[in-house]
Nanobody, 124 residues
Framework: QVQLVESGGGLVQAGGSLRLSCAIS????????MGWFRQAPGKEREFVAA????????YYVDSVKGRFTISRDNAKNTVYLQMNSLKPEDTAVYYC?????????????????WGQGTQVTVSS
């Protein structure tokens, strides 16, 4: 059974930074594309960033381009989301997800496993 556990969330002031981590169990981490999604209060969950199995290809939602960076360490079975220049509108529960699809994808339906989420709160 594949399990994902996020960490690194917290409270930060606008303009600050946080790094989220997502550890995935199992021996086939390198075969999954990975994604980060977020859900703000009263809103639907939305795609944030994705990375392919090797880390060579990444994809971001326009609102975080230039501020967020997704990366992965296959030796540590971990994917990261470095978030800089945070804004109050980035406040949400952030989820990591694993997809068996080989290409990066923003579609929730193409992700097979999900973590429980970690809260990120950005104060103004």
């Amino acid at each position: 059974q594949v399990q994902l556990v996020e960490s690194g969330g917290g409270l930060v002031q606008a303009g600050g930074s946080l790094r989220l981590s997502c550890a995935i169990s199992g021996r086939t981490f390198s075969s999954y594309s990975m994604g980060w999604f977020r859900q703000a209060p009263g809103k639907e969950r939305e795609f944030v960033a994705a990375i392919n199995w090797s880390g060579a290809i990444t994809y971001y939602v326009d609102s975080v381009k230039g501020r967020f960076t997704i990366s992965r360490d296959n030796a540590k079975n971990t994917v990261y989301l470095q978030m800089n220049s945070l804004k109050p509108e980035d406040t949400a529960v952030y989820y990591c997800a694993a997809s068996k699809v080989l290409v990066v994808t923003p579609k929730e339906s193409q992700y097979d496993y999900w973590g429980q989420g970690t809260q990120v709160t950005v104060s103004s």
